[in-house]
């Protein structure tokens, strides 16, 4: 087969079923296509799949992390602990709010917060820590928790990619066990409802105003009463879910599980092939191989870019010629030229630079083969040759 005719294998691809399609259009059918029924529906089923928690939804994890800081106070002069290797919109949100983001370093062999230096940040304009589960794997939560309840802070998880994910047998985003979580349904995640989000919120401790805070800001800052009273007494905006997108998220929860079993198969067989292969012997970096905790989100390797002394973005052309897709999850933030000028330098977290400039997203879906792992350890060992 000529490299002309090869297949390709995205980095990435939604799993959506005929039951699916028909019950999107069903909703298109039943003339009420905005946020109603089947959001609540999907809501509660979000709720269920989490034990019983208190769950929101938005029109993606945008809006759910910047929500979320505003339901924790944060503004004008505070400052929130995240993590440079995550997608921008996570220190964005800090910026909308009109705070300021504090990047630490990350660990090397989880590229997520190293709560070390975490603890070394907090100053007395610290006002909340925001992790990020890179790929779907989890930081250690009672860690994060107690450093947190120490020094007074709120935890707002970026768990973006975490859906499914858990710490010490507990999901994250299980009722009671956290703060604030945001998750995203947006369409290369594990849960997909194209675009979308929701939040997690633990009214065991905090109660109910910061649920319906939410609720306001979600569509214009808008509260009914009976059926024509209306009142706006905050800036709220349009992050609302609709119908359509939920009806699809209440049939892809339906098969998390199976997604995520198949998830792991296929990471576990990436470890062995990738071994057998002896690519980590020519300076392939892998993740932490976490099979119990991990939802397996994404396989990010690093590459060797300093022995080969080629690009990456060569290497993914090459790849890419080659009938494999892949990523970049994520670039340092604090390398863009917005942050720049904010007086941000990726040298001040070497570790996170390091991993912003190596780090490659090779195919994981749950509809892979085992023949896609084959194809696409052969195209690593080629271009690592």
Same mark, same amino acid.
């Given at each position: 087969?000529?490299?002309?005719?090869?297949?390709?294998?995205?980095?990435?691809?939604?799993?959506?079923?005929? !039951?699916?399609?028909? %019950?999107?259009?069903?909703?298109?059918?039943?003339?009420?296509?905005?946020?109603?029924?089947?959001?609540?529906?999907?809501?509660? !089923?979000?709720?269920?799949?989490?034990?019983?928690?208190?769950?929101?939804?938005?029109?993606?994890?945008?809006?759910?992390?910047?929500?979320?800081?505003?339901?924790?106070?944060?503004?004008?002069?505070?400052?929130?602990?995240?993590?440079?290797?995550?997608?921008?919109?996570?220190?964005?949100?800090?910026?909308?709010?009109?705070?300021?983001?504090?990047?630490?370093?990350?660990?090397?062999?989880?590229?997520?917060?190293?709560?070390?230096?975490?603890?070394?940040?907090?100053?007395?304009?610290?006002? %909340?820590?925001?992790?990020?589960?890179?790929?779907?794997?989890?930081?250690?939560?009672?860690?994060?928790?107690?450093? %947190?309840?120490?020094?007074?802070?709120?935890?707002?998880?970026?768990?973006?990619?975490?859906?499914?994910?858990?710490?010490?047998?507990?999901?994250?985003?299980?009722?009671?066990?956290?703060?604030?979580?945001?998750?995203?349904?947006?369409?290369?995640?594990?849960?997909?409802?194209?675009?979308?989000?929701?939040?997690?919120?633990?009214?065991?401790?905090?109660?109910?105003?910061?649920?319906?805070?939410?609720?306001?800001?979600?569509?214009?800052?808008?509260?009914?009463?009976?059926?024509?009273?209306?009142?706006?007494?905050?800036?709220?905006?349009?992050?609302?879910?609709?119908?359509?997108? !939920?009806?699809?998220?209440?049939?892809?929860?339906?098969?998390?599980?199976?997604?995520?079993?198949?998830?792991?198969?296929?990471?576990?067989?990436?470890?062995?092939?990738?071994?057998?292969?002896?690519?980590?012997?020519?300076?392939?970096?892998?993740?932490?191989?976490?099979?119990?905790?991990?939802?397996?989100?994404?396989?990010?390797?690093?590459?060797?870019?300093?022995?080969?002394?080629?690009?990456?973005?060569?290497?993914?052309?090459?790849?890419?010629?080659?009938?494999?897709?892949?990523?970049?999850?994520?670039?340092?933030?604090?390398?863009?030229?917005?942050?720049?000028?904010?007086?941000?330098?990726?040298?001040?977290?070497?570790?996170?630079?390091?991993?912003?400039?190596?780090?490659?997203?090779?195919?994981?879906?749950?509809?892979?083969?085992?023949?896609?792992?084959?194809?696409?350890?052969?195209?690593?060992?080629?271009?690592?040759?």
């Amino acid at each position: 087969m000529s490299q002309d005719t090869l297949p390709f294998i995205p980095f990435t691809k939604p799993t959506i079923d005929e !039951a699916t399609i028909a %019950a999107v259009a069903d909703v298109l059918r039943s003339g009420w296509i905005t946020s109603g029924p089947k959001v609540l529906e999907f809501e509660n !089923a979000l709720g269920d799949y989490l034990g019983g928690a208190t769950v929101r939804c938005f029109a993606n994890g945008t809006a759910t992390m910047k929500i979320a800081l505003q339901v924790a106070g944060i503004g004008p002069g505070d400052e929130v602990i995240t993590t440079p290797i995550s997608w921008v919109a996570t220190s964005n949100v800090i910026l909308a709010v009109g705070a300021k983001p504090i990047f630490v370093d990350v660990d090397p062999q989880t590229r997520n917060l190293d709560l070390n230096q975490v603890a070394k940040a907090i100053s007395k304009n610290t006002k %909340a820590i925001m992790p990020v589960y890179l790929a779907g794997l989890p930081l250690d939560v009672d860690a994060l928790y107690a450093l %947190a309840n120490q020094h007074g802070l709120r935890v707002i998880e970026d768990a973006a990619q975490a859906l499914g994910s858990s710490w010490n047998g507990t999901r994250i985003g299980h009722a009671g066990k956290h703060d604030l979580v945001s998750f995203s349904f947006q369409a290369n995640k594990n849960l997909t409802t194209i675009e979308g989000g929701c939040l997690v919120f633990n009214t065991e401790r905090f109660g109910e105003d910061q649920v319906r805070l939410a609720e306001k800001l979600r569509l214009q800052g808008l509260v009914r009463s009976g059926p024509d009273g209306m009142e706006v007494d905050i800036l709220g905006g349009k992050d609302n879910l609709t119908d359509i997108n !939920a009806v699809i998220g209440l049939h892809q929860i339906k098969q998390l599980d199976q997604f995520q079993k198949r998830r792991i198969e296929l990471a576990k067989e990436y470890f062995q092939k990738i071994t057998q292969a002896g690519l980590a012997n020519k300076g392939l970096g892998l993740p932490v191989a976490d099979y119990e905790q991990s939802n397996w989100h994404m396989f990010q390797v690093t590459l060797p870019l300093t022995r080969l002394q080629r690009s990456r973005g060569d290497m993914m052309t090459t790849l890419k010629e080659r009938g494999i897709g892949t990523g970049v999850h994520y670039p340092i933030i604090t390398g863009f030229e917005l942050y720049r000028k904010l007086g941000y330098r990726p040298e001040s977290t070497p570790i996170a630079a390091e991993i912003g400039r190596s780090i490659l997203t090779i195919p994981l879906f749950p509809t892979m083969s085992s023949h896609d792992i084959d194809s696409v350890v052969e195209a690593l060992t080629q271009v690592l040759n």
